[in-house]
């Protein structure tokens, strides 16, 4: 029975996604000249709503069944190490998103900044109520499903050692992480987070514990990168030259 209640939060996650297609199609019918631009700022609205039911949905599911998976049978960290664990998850997180993302940049030779992180910011700055969705809204969900529904449910089923199971089901969920926001230039990324999440859960048996910390990263990412959108912008032309200069050497 676990198995499709975590089922049904992965269909909730595509819907929300897909929520706003028949909408798009639409405006584009009823509006055909409409741009691009013109079309995002108007169906933004009708995303938040989307992931705002989305999230209500999931931790309805989530509650509805007592057959909980062997992360969350196990003993749970007491209220005291739980807040250490999210205060702490969060240096883990974030050093783990910058090693990662030194590993992508200089060795795999990707770009700094990701073409989906770009886009979320351009979202916010058109229209700032996605802060929401980025920081509140899109953690609840996406650890929802790729912790509690994908990972959990590897991790319940590989066989063996506890550290097998951790590094297949945080593998598995990782890729279907990067899947699900279409950046495979920042693979690396998505697989070093989803493994700092999944630690998080299982370590401390509590879901609230990644939601927390993802939602804490996601917040400083759009900080950072609504604050100090040109000083990123200077260390892009530094990368880019820093490159030349090491092909040239080579």
């Known amino acids: 029975m676990r198995q499709l209640y975590s089922a049904l939060i992965i269909v909730v996650f595509i819907a929300v996604q897909l ?4 909408i798009s199609f639409i405006l584009a019918f009823t509006t055909p000249g409409m741009t691009e631009t013109e079309m995002l ?12 039911i989305g999230v209500v949905i999931v ?3 989530g509650h509805i069944h007592k057959n909980k ?3 969350e049978r196990g003993r749970q960290s007491d209220i005291p190490v739980t807040i250490a664990w ?3 998850g969060v240096f883990i997180a974030y050093g783990s998103q910058v090693l990662a993302g030194l590993f992508n940049v200089y060795v795999l030779g990707n770009p700094l900044e990701s073409e989906n992180t770009s886009g979320i910011i351009e979202m916010i700055e058109s229209a700032p109520f996605m802060i929401l969705v980025v ?4 953690p609840i969900l996406e650890e929802y499903v790729f912790r509690r529904a994908i990972f959990g449910e590897i991790y319940e ?3 063996g050692p506890k550290i097998v199971g951790f590094l297949v089901a945080g593998l598995l969920s990782g890729l279907v992480f990067a899947l699900a926001h279409w950046d495979f230039t920042h693979i690396v990324i998505y697989l070093a987070m989803a493994y700092a999440f999944s630690f998080l859960y299982v370590i401390s048996g509590r879901l ?3 939601i927390l910390v993802h939602m804490i990263m996601n917040g400083i990412v759009v900080l950072i990168q609504v604050i100090f959108k040109d000083y990123i912008e200077q260390l892009e032309e530094i990368q880019q030259g820093l490159g030349v200069i090491i092909n040239l050497l080579m």
């Open 19 to 22: 929520a706003v297609l028949p």
């Open 41 to 52: 700022d108007a169906i933004m609205p009708y995303q938040a709503i989307a992931f705002a």
């Open 59 to 61: 931790i309805a599911i």
């Open 69 to 71: 998976n062997r992360i």
């Open 86 to 88: 999210i205060i702490g």
């Open 135 to 138: 920081a509140l809204l899109g």
């Open 157 to 159: 089923m590989i066989p």
């Open 208 to 210: 609230l514990v990644p």
